[in-house]
C-alpha cells in the first residue's frame, strides 16, 4: 500500500476545525505516513480554521461567497486542470456539504475527473441533488451502515458504496486526567459528578431533553453537575430553559473548546440523547478515554452503542425519566462493575476498529482502486 502512487485533491469547504475538517486533518496525517508516494493536495476555503492552523501538508486557499457562488466551480475547474497536467492520476475527494457536495461533482465531470463522495451526514436530501451528486460519483463513502443505508435508498450501487467509520486519534485521546486543573476550570467541588454533553446547539442533539431530566437527575444525584461543550443557534434558548428550571447553577456552559482531549477524560460520564446522528464522534471520544457513555442509538450510534457493553442505551422514546434513570444508574454504580466492563470494551472497540491509520488504509484500498479503474 506505501507504494500507492497520483494525487488526490481533498475539498474541504467546512469553515471550523472540527467534525468533517478534524477527520480530513486526521487523514491526511494518516495517508502521509501510510502512503508517502501518494500526493495529497487540501483546498479549503481562505478563511477557515483548516487551511490556516494545519501545517505539514500543501494546501490550496479559495475565496469565494457562500456555497452557491458559481466561482467555487470556477476555481475548482481551473485547479483541476492545473494538477491534471502534472500527473496522469488524479482524483477529487469530496469531503463536506456547503457548495463542495455541488460544484465538486461539476467541477469533476466538466474536467473528466474521477470523483470520490465521503457522506458524513444522514439528512435526507432532495431527489435531484441525489442524482446530480452521486450518479457519476466512482465511489461514495458512508461513515455509518445508516448513512450506507440512506445512500442504497437513493440508488447508490453496492459495488460502489463503502462504509468507512470517522476516527479518533487514540494517542490525543487518552484516560489521562488532570483533576485539579478540571476542578479549577469548571469550578467544580471534589464531591462533583461531572457529566459531559459535547453537541453542537443543534435541535436533534437533544439537548432540550437533557434540561427536562437535570431536576430528575439531581433529586437522586445532588453533587451532579452538568458541563455543556459546544455552540449553535439553540444555546441562549437552552440556557434560558435552565434558567426557568432553576438548575442553571448546577450546569456549565464552556461553549467550544480546543482542549476537549483534557476534559474529556475528567468526565464521570458522557451523555449523547441523539435524535439523529452520522455516527457520534464525541461518544467515540469519551470511549477512548474510558469514560463510561449514556446514549441513543439512533443513526450511526447504532454501530457503536450496544446495552450494557459498551453503553447505556436509552430507549426509541428518550424521555427525561429515561435519561435521568440512565445517567443516575452510572452514577451509582458503588462497585463500578457495570462501568467497568462497559468502558473496557468500548475501549477495545474504539482502538480496534476506529483508529486514524484503519481509515486511512480504507481510504488507499479506495484509491486504489479507483486509480485502476479510471486510469
Known amino acids: 500500500m506505501k507504494y500507492l502512487k497520483g494525487t488526490v485533491i481533498h475539498l474541504e469547504t467546512g469553515k471550523n476545525f472540527y467534525g468533517g475538517a478534524l477527520q480530513v486533518f486526521y487523514l491526511l496525517k494518516g495517508l502521509k505516513k501510510e502512503a508517502p508516494n501518494l500526493k495529497n493536495i487540501l483546498v479549503a476555503p481562505r478563511d477557515s480554521a483548516i487551511v490556516n492552523e494545519v501545517q505539514g501538508f500543501e494546501k490550496v486557499a479559495i475565496s469565494y461567497m457562500g456555497e452557491a457562488d458559481p466561482r467555487l466551480f470556477v476555481k475548482l475547474v481551473a485547479l483541476l486542470k492545473r494538477y491534471r497536467a502534472k500527473d496522469d492520476a488524479i482524483l477529487l475527494h469530496i469531503h463536506s456539504r456547503r457548495g463542495a457536495d455541488l460544484w465538486g461533482p461539476l467541477a469533476a465531470l466538466f ?6 463522495i465521503t457522506r458524513r451526514v444522514d439528512n435526507p436530501e432532495p431527489r435531484a441533488i441525489q442524482r ?10 458512508a461513515i455509518s451502515s445508516a448513512i450506507s443505508r440512506m445512500l442504497a435508498s437513493y440508488g447508490v450501487k453496492a459495488s460502489r458504496l463503502a462504509i468507512i467509520p470517522s476516527a479518533v486519534d487514540t494517542r490525543l485521546f487518552s484516560k489521562n486526567c488532570k483533576k485539579s486543573w ?5 469550578n467544580l467541588r471534589p464531591e462533583d459528578k461531572a457529566i459531559g454533553v459535547v453537541a453542537q446547539f443543534i435541535e436533534r442533539k437533544g439537548h432540550g431533553l437533557i434540561i427536562e431530566a437535570i431536576p430528575r437527575i439531581l433529586r437522586l444525584e445532588p453533587s451532579a453537575r452538568f458541563l455543556f461543550l459546544g ?16 438548575i442553571y447553577k448546577a450546569c456549565r456552559f464552556a461553549g467550544f473548546r480546543r482542549d476537549i482531549h483534557r476534559i474529556i477524560p475528567c468526565l464521570d460520564c458522557l451523555l449523547h440523547p441523539a435524535l439523529m446522528e452520522g455516527l457520534g464522534v464525541a461518544v467515540l471520544q469519551a470511549m477512548a478515554c474510558m469514560v463510561p457513555v449514556v446514549a441513543t442509538d439512533r443513526g450511526g450510534l447504532r454501530d457503536i452503542v450496544f446495552h ?13 425519566q429515561e435519561i435521568a434513570t440512565a445517567v443516575s444508574r452510572i452514577l451509582a454504580d458503588s462497585n463500578g462493575e457495570l462501568r467497568d466492563n462497559m468502558v473496557k470494551n468500548a475501549f477495545q472497540m474504539v482502538w480496534k476498529e476506529f483508529s486514524i491509520e484503519k481509515m486511512a488504509r480504507a481510504y488507499m484500498a479506495l484509491y486504489r482502486e479507483i486509480f485502476s479503474e479510471a486510469y
Open 308 to 320: 450494557e457493553k459498551t453503553a447505556l442505551r436509552l430507549p426509541e422514546e428518550e424521555l427525561p
Open 111 to 116: 474536467t473528466h475527473t474521477p470523483y470520490l
Open 231 to 246: 455552540r449553535g443557534p439553540l444555546l441562549d434558548d437552552i440556557k434560558e430553559k435552565a434558567r426557568r428550571s432553576g
Open 182 to 186: 478540571f476542578r479549577h476550570e469548571f
Open 132 to 141: 446530480l451528486k452521486y450518479k457519476k460519483a466512482q465511489r461514495v463513502v
